[in-house]
């Protein structure tokens, strides 16, 4: 391959990664603010499964574009959906569980990111607790979130494992050739 061959691929390859990065950042808000959104308490919190979505970005692109796709879509759902309080922490916090997975393995379902799916739910609850400390001024009020923050990384862990085990029956992941 020639050397302007060789650009031209890395070229496309940077454009489908950023594509992707939106599309994921795009149906993350969507899943997060508008899909199976429940509201708890009067903290404007709510409890969401978008986390899957951010899963599955974090298992097939690299870390710089699963980061931003999960910041940003997470950080987005916060403010379409009255919450924008805790889009800052929000950011922080995605990007953060999308650090533990890994897009450098075949399949989606793989020991690293199964892994990160037990990682993934104390940095929520732990995130997500210091966030509404700060934004409360209480450490002790915040308590009360754990359990939907449990819920909402464990039914995201469940739905991530079905797709990535569809999308890797269908061997997704190499049709993509992102290398």
Not at 33 to 54: E, K, M, R, S, T
Not at 152 to 172: E, R, W
Request: charged content about 10%; some cysteine.
């Amino acid at each position: 391959m020639s050397n302007t061959q060789t650009a031209a691929k890395t070229k496309t390859n940077k454009l489908i990664l950023l594509v992707l990065s939106a599309l994921f950042a795009a149906m993350i808000t969507v899943m997060t603010a508008f899909l199976f959104h429940i509201p708890i308490g009067v903290n404007g919190g709510y409890l969401h499964f978008g986390d899957a979505l951010i899963y599955l970005a974090a298992s097939m692109l690299p870390a710089p574009y699963a980061c931003t796709a999960a910041a940003v879509g997470a950080g987005l759902a916060d403010i379409v959906s009255g919450a924008p309080i805790w889009a800052p922490f929000t950011l922080v916090i995605k990007a953060c569980i999308a650090l533990l997975f890994t897009s450098k393995k075949e399949k989606l379902l793989n020991k690293r990111n199964a892994l990160a799916l037990l990682g993934a739910w104390p940095i929520t609850c732990v995130g997500y607790y210091i966030a509404e400390a700060i934004i409360t001024g209480n450490w002790i009020v915040p308590a009360a979130g754990l359990p939907a923050n449990t819920i909402q990384a464990a039914g995201s862990a469940v739905l991530f494992v079905l797709v990535a085990l569809a999308l890797d029956k269908m061997n997704f992941k190499s049709r993509l050739k992102l290398s």
